[in-house]
């Protein structure tokens, strides 16, 4: 499965963006999905993750309240929404597949190539 990660860009402050993640040949049916990112100089940190069926979802802390994530099995896309963004949530956001959800990327699967979120202060 190859993942298109798309929706990223330069926000101020406060300011929203909504990332999308699709697959491109095939459908996400069955699959977990999970939002990562990492900034410059550290590594991937978990973000959020949904289960196949939307019902279960997880966030890292420091995103908890902000973000939310969710998905449309019609339109076979997840979607990541940032609102209120911070200034360190600044890094390349990378959406995976996997079986389940979980924190650690070990258990996805297949990515994408990622997507810029650049916040401004």
């Known amino acids: 499965v190859q993942l298109q990660a798309s929706g990223g860009g330069l926000v101020q402050a406060g300011g929203s963006l909504r990332l999308s993640c699709a697959p491109s040949g095939r459908t996400f049916s069955g699959y977990a999905m999970g939002w990562f990112r990492q900034a410059p100089g550290k590594e991937r940190e978990f973000v959020a993750t949904?289960?196949?069926?939307?019902?279960?979802?997880d966030y890292a802390d420091s995103v908890k309240g902000r973000f939310t994530v969710s998905r449309d099995r019609a339109k076979n896309t997840v979607y990541l929404q940032m609102n209120n963004l911070k200034v360190e949530d600044t890094a390349v956001y990378y959406c995976?597949?996997?079986?389940?959800?979980?924190?650690?990327?070990?258990?996805?699967?297949?990515w994408g190539q990622g997507t810029q979120v650049t916040v401004s202060s």
């Open positions: 949904i289960s196949w069926g939307g019902t279960d979802t």
């Open positions: 995976g597949a996997g079986g389940r959800t979980s924190r650690h990327e070990d258990e996805f699967d297949y």
